[in-house]
């Protein structure tokens, strides 16, 4: 079974630090990952994809993945309170056929950056 | 329109009764995604299109749950005999060709069966 596994936390960073988020994947073939933030009572808000080995940075964040090792993650430089909230990691999985399969998501980590 | 656009965003409904979700994706775009979150919960995935063609149905999660697609646009997931445990927000995703292409979300319908 395709999956997408984190740590649901909570993760408590101070404010100012580096808040590392952690994702692991099942599917080696997946070519396609995703950050999604999701503030409570809102709908999940695309940060970042990334497709390529190695990182992406876009302002405060950097996605990084490994696909040797099966991981993604997020970091999100100089954190700040508007930036606690549930994290969701998602993996475009590709079926036997290599054709596209659905967005898989994992549970999600409960980030929150303590003032 | 400017994005994905879902009705209505709060349903309440009785056991028992059938509801209809509509999901109105960005214009354009052909892949289109139903998920379901429950109180606390991660996303729960139910349904994918891929223009008018649902390639995998194993996320829905009884036969009382169905989708269509028509004209490679809007997208209603319905509900038959609704059961209290269907209570969750129902959320939609489109994306510009699926496999791949960047996802975004609507503001989801939240279902509440009394």
């Known amino acids: 079974q395709k999956e997408v596994e984190q740590n649901s936390g909570p993760l408590s960073v101070p404010e100012g630090a580096i808040a590392s988020l952690n994702c692991t994947y099942s599917?080696?073939?997946?070519?396609?990952f995703f950050w999604y933030r999701q503030y409570s009572g809102k709908s999940p808000e695309l940060i970042m994809s990334?497709?390529?080995?190695g990182d992406k940075e876009d302002g405060r964040f950097t996605a990084q993945l490994n696909k040797a090792s099966q991981y993604v993650s997020l970091l999100i430089r100089d954190s700040q309170p508007s930036d606690s909230a549930t994290y969701l990691c998602?993996?475009?999985?590709?079926?036997?056929?290599?054709?596209?399969?659905?967005?898989?998501f994992g549970k999600g980590t409960h980030l929150i950056i303590q003032p | 329109g400017a994005g994905v656009s879902q009705s209505p965003s709060n349903k309440v409904t009785e056991k028992g009764k059938d509801v209809e979700l509509r999901c109105d994706p960005i214009s354009g775009h052909t892949a289109l995604y139903w998920y379901r979150q429950s109180l606390g919960q991660g996303l729960e995935f139910l349904i994918y299109?891929?223009?008018?063609?649902?390639?995998?149905k194993s996320g829905l999660p009884s036969d009382r749950f169905s989708a269509e697609r028509t004209g490679g646009s809007v997208s209603t997931l319905t509900i038959q005999r609704t059961q209290q445990e269907d209570s969750a927000v129902y959320l939609c995703?489109?994306?510009?060709?699926?496999?791949?292409?960047?996802?975004?979300f609507g503001q989801g319908t939240r279902l509440t069966v009394v």
């Open positions: 995703a489109s994306s510009l060709a699926g496999g791949g292409t960047e996802a975004f």
């Open positions: 599917d080696r073939v997946s070519q396609s």
């Open positions: 998602a993996a475009d999985f590709v079926d036997s056929g290599g054709g596209a399969d659905g967005l898989t």
């Open positions: 299109f891929q223009g008018n063609s649902a390639p995998d």
């Open positions: 990334i497709y390529s080995n």
